[in-house]
């Protein structure tokens, strides 16, 4: 997709400029957890958009308008086979997009070949510091019911997520290169990471040699992300007593580098502050290592909770051990 980054940029700020698009400026601050750095935003001026439940309050007998279709002309950035590439209404991050299915599809449902195409060669054309992520399930922290995968730009060439920072720590990765000829990759758990997860490397060399070959792409992250997914359903039936599939919610990551599934068992943590219980929505980029705050009260919980990687925790699904 020549050229995608500059026709999202002139979209942004035309969008931006009239209206059409609202961005919310915060501050981070830093803090370090077992090897890795997470990042909490604050962004309080977050906490007046209206949520979905203000809106069952206010319109109880109105069904809630589906955004994507139509979507607003003024945030389409470009028009796919399958899919759209549209503007995030409400950004955070600057030139953050959602590719979207033009026709209807549940937010319950996998990913499929093309979506993950779609996605792969949309994060690719953005560059090396982008992270797509895929909020499956009521319990995921999915704001809209109808299918999209988010792509996040981050700051700095080549910046990825702090998850990755534990990524790296495993030694010599073996990912899997094209299908037939070669095994599945190796799946992976992340040492430090005290919840049920699986992490998937990718091969990157073949990624970018067959870049715009859309049927090698398509079957090489089709058998990535669904040995993942058979991979994550066999941990949950060895460490967990659920075997009923069917509902369950998880969160995706998806970077250059990897792949990693997070099932989950509820949406929202809870934190203490000053003796008050504070719930926090966690989606996708909490397990990237990239949390939201909308209030004072849930910024200053999060800097000052002792590991943030045991509160993530509480919204996962636990080890056998544990």
């Known amino acids: 997709m020549p050229g995608l980054t500059e026709l999202i940029e ?18 981070i601050s830093k803090k370090h957890v077992q090897g890795m750095e997470f990042e909490i935003t604050f962004v309080p001026s977050l906490a007046k958009k209206p949520t979905s439940d203000d809106t069952k309050q206010t ?16 945030l389409v950035v470009k028009e796919l ?11 955070v991050v600057p030139h953050h997009i959602l590719v979207v299915t033009k026709e209807f599809k549940e937010q319950t449902q996998p990913l499929f070949p093309l979506d993950l195409y779609a996605t792969w060669e949309t994060m690719a054309a953005i560059g090396p510091s982008a992270v797509a992520f895929y909020n499956c399930g009521p319990n995921s922290g999915a704001s809209q019911p109808h299918k999209h995968v988010q792509i996040m730009p981050l700051h700095g060439q080549g910046v990825q997520p702090p998850i990755a920072a534990l990524y790296q720590e495993i030694t010599n990765p073996k990912p899997s290169g094209p299908f037939p000829r070669k095994q599945l990759a190796e799946v992976y758990t992340l040492n430090k990471v005290p919840f ?25 992250l089709h058998q990535m992300f669904f040995g993942l997914l058979d ?4 941990q949950i039936r060895e460490n967990t007593t659920n075997n009923d599939h069917s509902k ?3 969160n995706f990551v998806m970077t250059r580098q ?4 997070v099932p989950r068992s509820k949406e929202h943590c809870v934190l203490e502050y000053e003796g008050d219980q504070v719930e926090l929505s966690v989606n996708s980029l909490g397990f990237a290592g990239l949390l939201l705050a909308k209030t004072d009260k849930e910024r200053v919980a999060l800097e000052q909770h002792p590991d943030l990687l045991a509160l993530l925790q509480q919204v996962c699904l636990p080890w056998a051990d544990q």
Do not use: W
């Not at 086979?81 to 950004?91: A, E, G, S």
């Not at 990897?258 to 599934?261: E, S």
């Open 59 to 74: 319109e109880p007998k109105e069904k809630k308008a589906n955004p994507f279709l139509p979507p607003d002309p003024a």
């Open 81 to 91: 086979d399958h899919h759209r590439i549209v503007l995030n209404k409400f950004c």
């Open 196 to 220: 049920l997860h699986v992490v998937m490397p990718l091969d990157t060399h073949f990624l970018d040699s067959n870049k715009g070959q859309q049927d090698a792409l398509t079957e090489y």
């Open 10 to 27: 002139q979209r942004y700020n035309d969008a931006l400029k009239n209206k059409d698009l609202f961005y919310f400026e915060g501050s």
């Open 258 to 261: 990897f792949m990693m599934l």
């Open 248 to 250: 369950l919610s998880y």
């Open 231 to 234: 991979n994550m359903f066999q």
